[in-house]
């Protein structure tokens, strides 16, 4: 089956292990189990001996109930047996087209967004309609346009709240508003919600599957949970054709997802009071460097993030973004993704939940170059 390569995931394949500032990395700093325990004040060696007795079976091929307790609590409506364990996000979202989307269908996109939210179902043979964001409407969507295209007959909408790569968080009026024009159509409602409770300030968003009967939320433990290492992620929702369908289709390509993968994801979720503080604190202090940041550079523009870990940054050179950040990573050692990955020109994204150590310094690379820019023109 054709697919369109993914340009974001191949750009980081080719220059994540390359560079010296990853500011490119979109999930917040991730830590070893050592730290994941000390942070969370559970004891390391009482889990260690009692998992390394147990034998390696499939475990709970729906999902281990104190996992699926675990994930549950994150949402208001949504109990044990509402969840589908996945492999990280990107299985979560690809298993939902997988299992629901056929040829022919209309399917409605958010863009920019994760690729995965048009190309997967473009793939499958749908018709993929995309609807466009933009810096001055603060990327959100204009919901009367969106209303015309959200027409009778559309399978899915898709969504991806908070927004990668913008940062731009829609309010639960908004949810509630588009929740209203999917229910018109009758069609279900993905919601990409990985930077879920990444907010900028102390608001709580709620989740799709919360708010809507055919609603699917996916969620995972790579970013708002720092834990990418274990590939673990979830599909949340209250329709039960939507279940029967994913959990048929869940047999074919994945069984189980590991008891490995459940046991720590498990210990994440117990402390995450702890580990949610840890998120949030973080991007908000590096949001705070990068704004100070970007208003002491001329040639520099963005919307300032409201949620996620991520910023759109628009420069005024006349270089295309894949040079751009080719140049910036070879000769100053930072790296960042072009906008042309998300058709979007004179644009690249920082992924500011790093170290702000690390943060710093790939600001100041990018600021060199910026400066080397100038002597150019
Ligand atoms: C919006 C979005 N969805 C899904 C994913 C995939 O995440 P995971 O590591 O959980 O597979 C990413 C990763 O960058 C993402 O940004």
Known sequence: MDIKPFQ???????????????????????????????????????????????????????????LLEGIASLYTTIKRQHIIPTHGAAGANHHIFYSLVRPGDRVVTLVPTYQQLYSIPE????????????PED?????????????????????????????????????LQEIVEIARQADCYLLCDEVYRHLNQEDIYIPSIADLYEKGISVSSMSKVFFLAGIRLGWIATRDPEVRKSCLSHRDYNLISCGMWDEHVGAIALKGKEKVL??????????????????????????????????ALVFYDYDIPSVDFCRRLVTDYGALVTPGDCFDIPHSFRIGYACQTNELRQGLSALSAMLRDEEHRM
């Not at 969370?40 to 390394?52: H, I, P, V």
């Not at 899915?156 to 908004?174: D, F, Q, R, T, V």
Request: charged content about 20%; glycine content about 6%.
């Open 8 to 66: 974001v995931e191949e750009w980081m394949n080719a220059y994540e292990t390359q560079c010296r500032y990853n500011i490119a990395e979109t999930c917040v700093d991730s830590i070893s189990l050592e730290a994941l325990f000390s942070l969370t004040g559970e004891d390391l060696q009482a889990f260690w001996k009692s998992f390394s007795r147990l034998r390696l079976t499939y475990g709970d091929i729906e999902g281990s109930p104190s």
């Open 123 to 134: 793939s499958y043979g749908a018709q993929v309609i995309t609807l466009s964001l933009h």
């Open 138 to 174: 603060g990327f959100l969507p204009d919901l009367s346009t969106l209303r015309s295209l959200v027409t009778k007959g559309t399978r899915m909408l898709c969504i991806n709240n908070p927004n990668n790569p913008s940062g731009a968080l829609m309010p639960e009026s908004m």
């Open 277 to 310: 503080a840890r998120s949030q604190s973080l991007i908000r202090e590096n949001l705070a460097v990068l704004d100070t940041w970007i208003k002491h550079e001329p040639h520099l523009s963005y919307c300032k993030p409201q949620a996620g870990t991520t």
